[in-house]
């Protein structure tokens, strides 16, 4: 219900912006995103974009992986 | 008038037909051959040929890295190699919408005359049709092609046999993908790897190597026509993901709107099958060669079965099963 | 950086401990029962094998997540009927096999019916200023598809666009968990939570279920890296018998949500009850277009006219969203009711529960 993946931030115009996922550009809209900047990391679901990715969130998560994946069992 | 748009007189026998006809003849003049008869007299030869047929119904008729003449050329090339043959001679009928600008027709046709060239076949018979504007969809076109045997081994889709490796000849799903993303708005570098694989095929027979089985992963994709081959050869195939050459940017748009690039059409890929100590040769001869520089192993036949199945081994070493879908998939927002 | 989520060597060391974990679990019956509410999920699960390496440990149930699977046939041959009125209708590719009563938008295409398929709700808008047709999306999603047919609906209003307006079929997540629960307590070991429904709402609104129910629950992504955190938090959870809400999708997910689209989606419309396939009725568990946009609201613009729904009794889609039935207790299953031919959602959506059954075996 909810196919979504992160988009960059190519430039920004209003309520658009075009955005690039893997080198495939697309406009998307960015309205609930407050203050997006080019090369921030935007979830785009829809052509729209929900939630700016953490990128520290997104290593944190990482390392929790390799936490667990350490921990005695 | 127009000067610019193809006309139902254009298809009527007349004058204004003749033009027509002088355009086309024109702009393929070098690769057709028995130009102004009814039919095309060849010399048959000695031994085994091939006969395909096909048509071209792509939307849009220009997409990135090529269009329906293209198309329909490398279509009819690549099926005639996927039973061995060397492609000689091809027909062509041009079915056209009442509207359509002679301007696309002409880019269409040189798209028609360079691959023909590049492929050393010739064009030995042709028709066109006009037909009324809303009964066909701006332009189809049909083909036949026929080919001679390069080799007296039967390579079949009924021939896949245990232990033989599954191999394709480069990147997964770029002209499916390439086409979703045109229509769906995304501007890339994506483009369509359209492309005649007919001398991958022939390097290879030329060297003696033993195939089981050849096809190209066309509608349906890679896994529509292994789950095609599994059914013929009444065998299991199991796919390795982490083997898959998938390129980023195919991966990322099929994301992005939902769908499966192993469900992605491939117009300038084979998928072949062969026994395993054939797998080095084969690698060899495809890497050098400029289509196959990608080509690698992919799966393995494992074993008989009466309910044949094709698995992938995913990432995390599971096996799950890729099914036969029943229909062409859309962009889906689950 | 998303390479790391999908295909990370860690992953398999980790899934290999969480099965152990769950062998050796104290006084619990095996496979544990872990219900996902997201189609996307569903999905997800079986295309990485989850399923299959977790074969008999954890059994994952598909709740009521795909909006395709949930969405009642009366509501479907509302579709029809704008269909055949001669309306241009514009949907998302996962609804045009659904099948109604009698038709689906499939076959009233192969009848002359216009019908545009977009990747996005704000396409609609393209395609309404290029016809002189009355324009109608079809708005069936969840919260996370919400802000943009809001986003469709105020952008018409600003562009004084009067030849579009939406059919209201949207669902929200919280209240359908709370029935949901009060139908299956007891029956669930744990909640996998849907990863993007939560960015838009965020992890508060699931704080009842551990509370309440005692059920664990995880905030979870859809890379296999994400749901092996998901489904490694689920079990700890219930080997340290301390359930809570655990949300491992920090990367996208804030404890309350994204606060700009809630206001957006509030501004275009409000909490109603709404008719869910297989459960009915369930209290604001919908939205429905508020007053000062009623001219976007398909269903106040033109007299729609449906019968009630008639039950077909065999089809036991409701009880299969509802976790209570799987595919393999259908009568229907694999004989009348194949993808080639779907008698209910849940076979023709992608991520219906049937259609998964069906094609990647069980």
Known sequence: MCLAVPYRIISKEGNKAIADVFGMKKEIDIRIIEDVEVDEYVLVHAGFAIQRVNQGDAKETLELLTELCEAEE | ?334 | MSDKFRNNPELKPLLKKVKNEVVALDGKALPLKFMEVCGTHTVSILKFGFRHFFKDSIKFLSGPGCPVCVTSTKDIDKIIFLAQQGHHIVTFGDLIKVPGTHSSLEKEVAKGALVSVVYSPLDALKIAKITSKEVIFIAVGFETTIPSIASLVLDAYAQQINNISILCLVKTMPNVLKYLLSQLQGEIDGFIMPGHVSVIIGAEPYEFIPKEYNIPCTVAGFEPVDLGLGVESLVSQIKNKNPFVDNRYTRMVKPEGNRAAQELISVVFQECDVSWRGFGSIPNSGLCVNEEFKQFDAEKKFQIEVKDEVVQSACICGDIIAGKKSPLDCTLFRKKCTPENPIGPCMVSFEGACAAYYKYGE
């Open chain 2, 1 to 334: 008038m127009d000067k610019n748009t193809i006309l139902l007189s254009h298809g009527s026998g007349g004058k204004q037909s003749q033009e027509l006809l002088e355009l086309i003849y024109n702009t393929l003049n070098e690769v057709v051959i028995n130009h102004g008869e009814d039919s095309g007299v060849f010399q048959a030869v000695e031994g085994k040929a091939a006969i395909t047929t096909d048509s071209y119904t792509v939307d849009p008729i220009f997409f990135p890295g090529g269009n329906i003449g293209k198309l329909a050329i490398c279509g009819t090339t690549n099926d005639l190699a996927m039973v061995g043959a060397i492609p000689k001679l091809i027909t062509l009928s041009l079915m056209i919408e009442e509207g359509f600008s002679f301007d696309d027709l002409n880019k269409i046709l040189i798209s028609i005359k360079d691959e023909t060239k590049k492929g050393n076949i010739s064009i030995i018979a042709g028709d066109t049709k006009i037909v009324s504007r809303g009964k066909i969809d701006k332009i189809f076109i049909n083909t036949a092609g026929y080919g001679v045997l390069a080799t007296n081994e039967s390579i079949s889709s009924k021939n896949a046999k245990p232990q033989d490796d599954v191999i394709i000849t480069g990147d997964i799903g770029d002209h499916g993908a390439s086409i979703m993303a045109y229509r769906n708005g995304f501007e890339s570098s994506l483009i369509s790897d359209c492309a005649n694989v007919a001398p991958l095929i022939k390097a290879l027979l030329e060297q003696g190597v033993i195939i089981h089985a050849l096809r190209d992963p066309t509608r349906g994709g890679l896994a529509s026509i292994l789950n095609e081959i599994v059914a013929s050869s009444k065998v299991n195939i199991i796919l390795e993901e982490e083997r898959l050459p998938i390129k980023e940017s195919v991966s990322g748009v099929c994301d992005a709107l939902g769908i499966d690039p192993l469900y992605m059409a491939c117009e300038g890929r084979a998928i072949i099958i062969c026994p395993q100590n054939e797998t080095k040769k084969v690698l060899k001869i495809l890497h050098n060669e400029p289509l196959g520089s990608n080509a690698q192993v992919i799966g393995r036949v494992t074993e008989r079965s009466d309910t044949p199945k094709l698995f992938l081994k995913t990432f995390i070493g599971a096996k799950r099963i890729l099914p036969l879908l029943s229909r062409e998939q859309t962009p889906r927002i689950c």
